[in-house]
């Protein structure tokens, strides 16, 4: 049975620079910004359009080694993205599939970050409380963008 979890952030960034770092060009700020958590990243296949690959890998000590993701659906102009899992993060061990779903809206004096993650855990497998634990990284993610970007004003204009 698939589950899914929702989470909004507020933001001081406007959207289109916070869609910017945190969901286009995350492969290549992550390493430079959650140097604890991601050692390197690099598209894998592509060009960055829907179909693309990039893959993520990660500090020892985490839950996994690396994921690889696939780009779904793209449109730059509305700042939404959709993404699936490929490999890595538990596919094929704990989870059948992995995608989600993100939305960065403007608000006044900044933007709302929406993301919708969904995952089908293979038979047997209990995620209880794995839903909590991805809120909490990508809302690092997202303040980790917000903070960077804020300390560096001409960074993704």
């Known amino acids: 049975m698939s589950s899914s979890y929702t989470v909004e952030i507020e933001s001081v960034v406007p959207a289109p620079r916070l869609f910017k770092a945190a969901v286009l060009d995350w492969h290549n700020l992550a390493p430079k910004i959650a140097t604890d958590k991601i050692v390197s990243a690099a598209p894998v296949e592509g060009d960055g359009n829907v179909g693309s690959i990039r893959q993520f890998n990660f500090a020892p ?5 690396f994921v690889k993701e696939r780009l779904d659906f793209l449109d730059v102009e509305k700042c939404e993205a959709k993404s699936t899992l490929v490999e890595g993060g538990g596919i094929g061990v704990h989870l059948e599939s992995a995608s989600n779903h993100i939305k960065v809206e403007s608000k006044a004096g ?8 969904t995952c089908k855990p293979l038979a047997g497998v209990d995620i ?6 991805a809120k909490a990284a990508f809302t690092g993610v997202i303040k980790g963008c917000e903070a960077y970007l804020v300390a560096n004003p001409d960074a993704y204009n």
Do not use: H, I, Q, R
């Open 61 to 65: 000590g985490l839950p996994f080694s």
């Open 110 to 117: 900044g933007s709302v970050v929406k993301m919708t993650g």
């Open 128 to 133: 209880a409380g794995e839903s909590e634990k």
